[in-house]
């Protein structure tokens, strides 16, 4: 798709990262690559993570996109910061911290893949913004499993979701980040878990804002007529049960494609 923005993620989640940047660029025409024959990442090695986001990237450039979004954490953490890419490349770990950053009263829980928390991503980002912040992580692995299953909003997430907070709870975050662009869907469970006090920091808004003003200082704003595809690499009826719920359109053609 030329003239496209690609987007990628491991599975269905990076879908609310589609959404905002259609909110926020509605005449941009997007490319998304659903890796959901291999999630999640979160659980793999730093070099299969790379190895893979290597391979998601040139796959979409070779669909003739403009720019990247790399809408996954995990990779955004481990793979990004190693590979040069021949098209403007975002990712989404920095701009969730910069809004945190922004809204914390101090102290900021994190809860993202293992692969997110091990790698120190989304702390080491926040302490360049903010000295004062205390920061606590934690893994939460069952969530993208029980996202792409559909149980988004169900009483056994919720059970789940308690046992992961409870740390961070006690330790008394004001914030909560949002490492995974899977967990915008448990956005109502876990505002229920954490109460109103709590601020969720959703780094999609954020991303979209950054790929609009990155675009506009390249002059790479579109030329065409919108139109959005999405690809997969495994595709069931909870891919296209999810999506249709996430973008509020179950029409988009959905291309089943090998990346290898």
Request: proline letters at 7%; hydrophobic letters at 40%; charged letters at 20%.
């Amino acid at each position: 798709m030329i003239d496209a923005i690609g987007v990628f993620d491991s599975g269905v989640g990076g879908l609310t990262v589609v959404s905002a940047l259609r909110r926020r660029l509605p005449n941009e025409s997007i490319l998304y690559l659903g890796d959901t024959a291999r999630l999640p990442y979160g659980s793999k090695s730093p070099e299969t993570v790379s190895r893979y986001t290597r391979r998601n990237i040139e796959f979409l450039v070779e669909r003739g996109v403009k720019a990247v979004v790399v809408a996954c954490n995990t990779a955004s953490a481990l793979a990004l910061p190693q590979l040069e890419t021949p098209v403007p490349t975002w990712g989404v770990i920095e701009p969730g911290a910069r809004k945190a950053a922004e809204r914390s009263r101090g102290r900021v829980g994190i809860i993202a893949t293992e692969g997110t928390v091990r790698s120190d991503a989304y702390p080491t980002a926040l302490r360049a913004l903010r000295r004062d912040l205390a920061i606590l992580s934690q893994p939460c692995p069952l969530f993208v499993p029980l996202v792409e299953e559909g149980w988004h909003d169900d009483p056994v997430t919720e059970e789940v979701a308690a046992r992961y907070l409870k740390p961070l709870l006690e330790a008394g975050i004001d914030t909560l980040v949002l490492g995974c662009t899977h967990y915008p869907m448990l956005i109502p469970v876990l505002q229920r878990v954490v109460g109103p006090e709590v601020t969720l920091i959703d780094s999609a808004e954020a991303v979209a804002e950054m790929v609009a003003a990155g675009l506009r200082e390249r002059n790479l704003e579109a030329t065409h007529p919108p139109a959005h595809h999405l690809c997969v690499t495994d595709a069931g009826e909870s891919f296209q049960r999810l999506a249709g719920r996430i973008l509020g359109d179950a029409s988009l053609p959905l291309e089943w494609v090998e990346v290898t």
